[in-house]
């Protein structure tokens, strides 16, 4: 049920690049080639009319996250009789959504989807949590409370639960076919969007970039002295009980060359991998050559065969290290890919 590519492509129709192999770039055939793509290129992409994009506010376990609705040009966002294919968003470790709508969001509405974009709570613009670490005055009805916002802490359940508030407000869109649905995620997100598509079968197409979806696979076996072992994470959570530890991950917790600080109780917890044998949506896996953050065999392409078994999957290998999935060449044909996949599971059978 997949089908799996590396190397060059031949030729890539989804709105953006057309992709030619070999040196020999005649003129002519260059021309003939140009002009093909531009017959087979869904207008909606070509389309000179911009997409509209809402400001929206996502409430997620009382946190309103900052969002960016976006439609295709033309249609309206309160009626109903129009609807079309929508497309969720989930960002990677550290990232806000000023460059997903820039590079994904604008040309997914460009080629005829509606798109939701948002920050996780305490990113970006979207509040974080509130706590009160300590009461002042009597346990009566009345304290006062010396409040602390939660800013730029990795939390994977607390993302999670922002995805399905996402999915579950783009649904509730008028101008959204609630049946037609996917989740696209890139690097950490692309786990949670496997985590997340595992348990949601509304959900009908999954795009994975560069996922870490195999996260406990580089913990195993590691010495009790290690600060990410079972044992350390045990003993930082009974410090925090017991109120000898700060119980907002700080310094101690964060990555040389990563913003933010994760919440490694909660990383111990979090397996998206094993989810994988549950996913239905059709599934695209894109990996890159020079991956340096973790392992694509253990991650991407453990994922695409699991999937595989049990719904349409692909899974592709382009150029280049995990970053430079986000500009040039790999961008691009990763960009491509993404909306052919999309119009094959979400627009099947459109007129």
């Given at each position: 049920?997949?089908?799996?590519?590396?190397?060059?492509?031949?030729?890539?129709?989804?709105?953006?690049?057309?992709?030619?192999?070999?040196?020999?770039?005649?003129?002519?055939?260059?021309?003939?080639?140009?002009?093909?793509?531009?017959?087979?290129?869904?207008?909606?992409?070509?389309?000179?009319?911009?997409?509209?994009?809402?400001?929206?506010?996502?409430?997620?376990?009382?946190?309103?996250?900052?969002?960016?609705?976006?439609?295709?040009?033309?249609?309206?966002?309160?009626?109903?009789?129009?609807?079309?294919?929508?497309?969720?968003?989930?960002?990677?470790?550290?990232?806000?959504?000023?460059?997903?709508?820039?590079?994904?969001?604008?040309?997914?509405?460009?080629?005829?989807?509606?798109?939701?974009?948002?920050?996780?709570?305490?990113?970006?613009?979207?509040?974080?949590?509130?706590?009160?670490?300590?009461?002042?005055?009597?346990?009566?009805?009345?304290?006062?409370?010396?409040?602390?916002?939660?800013?730029?802490?990795?939390?994977?359940?607390?993302?999670?639960?922002?995805?399905?508030?996402?999915?579950?407000?783009?649904?509730?869109?008028?101008?959204?076919?609630?049946?037609?649905?996917?989740?696209?995620?890139t690097s950490l997100g692309g786990g949670l969007a496997v985590y997340i598509s595992a348990e949601l079968p509304q959900i009908r197409a999954l795009i994975v970039q560069t996922g870490s979806v195999n996260t406990l696979a580089g913990l195993r076996n590691l010495p009790a002295a290690s600060p990410l072992s079972e044992a350390s994470v045990w003993q930082r959570r009974a410090a925090?009980?017991?109120?000898?530890?700060?119980?907002?991950?700080?310094?101690?917790?964060?990555?040389?060359?990563?913003?933010?600080?994760?919440?490694?109780?909660?990383?111990?917890?979090?397996?998206?991998?094993?989810?994988?044998?549950?996913?239905?949506?059709?599934?695209?896996?894109?990996?890159?050559?020079?991956?340096?953050?973790?392992?694509?065999?253990?991650?991407?392409?453990?994922?695409?065969?699991?999937?595989?078994?049990?719904?349409?999957?692909?899974?592709?290998?382009?150029?280049?290290?995990?970053?430079?999935?986000?500009?040039?060449?790999?961008?691009?044909?990763?960009?491509?890919?993404?909306?052919?996949?999309?119009?094959?599971?979400?627009?099947?059978?459109?007129?």
């Open positions: 049920m997949g089908t799996k590519q590396t190397g060059e492509l031949a030729g890539v129709q989804a709105g953006t690049m057309l992709w030619v192999v070999g040196s020999a770039w005649r003129p002519k055939v260059v021309l003939a080639l140009l002009v093909a793509a531009l017959l087979v290129v869904p207008a909606a992409v070509i389309a000179q009319d911009a997409p509209e994009r809402y400001n929206v506010n996502i409430i997620s376990e009382g946190v309103p996250l900052a969002g960016d609705l976006w439609l295709p040009a033309g249609i309206d966002r309160d009626d109903p009789s129009r609807q079309v294919p929508v497309v969720v968003l989930a960002n990677g470790w550290g990232g806000t959504k000023g460059y997903l709508n820039r590079g994904y969001a604008a040309p997914f509405a460009r080629a005829g989807y509606a798109v939701l974009v948002f920050d996780y709570r305490g990113w970006g613009a979207s509040p974080g949590r509130l706590i009160a670490p300590d009461r002042v005055g009597d346990a009566d009805d009345t304290a006062d409370l010396e409040i602390r916002e939660v800013r730029e802490i990795v939390e994977p359940f607390g993302f999670l639960e922002d995805i399905r508030n996402a999915l579950a407000f783009a649904s509730a869109e008028p101008a959204v076919d609630a049946d037609r649905m996917a989740l696209w995620g925090i009980a017991r109120g000898e530890l700060d119980p907002v991950p700080g310094e101690e917790s964060k990555l040389a060359g990563l913003r933010g600080a994760m919440d490694w109780g909660q990383h111990r917890r979090y397996d998206p991998f094993a989810r994988a044998p549950d996913v239905r949506a059709a599934t695209l896996v894109i990996d890159v050559e020079d991956e340096e953050l973790f392992d694509i065999r253990q991650n991407g392409g453990a994922l695409y065969e699991i999937v595989r078994e049990h719904a349409p999957a692909r899974y592709d290998i382009l150029p280049g290290s995990h970053y430079e999935i986000y500009s040039g060449p790999s961008y691009e044909r990763a960009l491509a890919l993404q909306i052919a996949w999309l119009d094959e599971h979400l627009k099947a059978g459109d007129e």
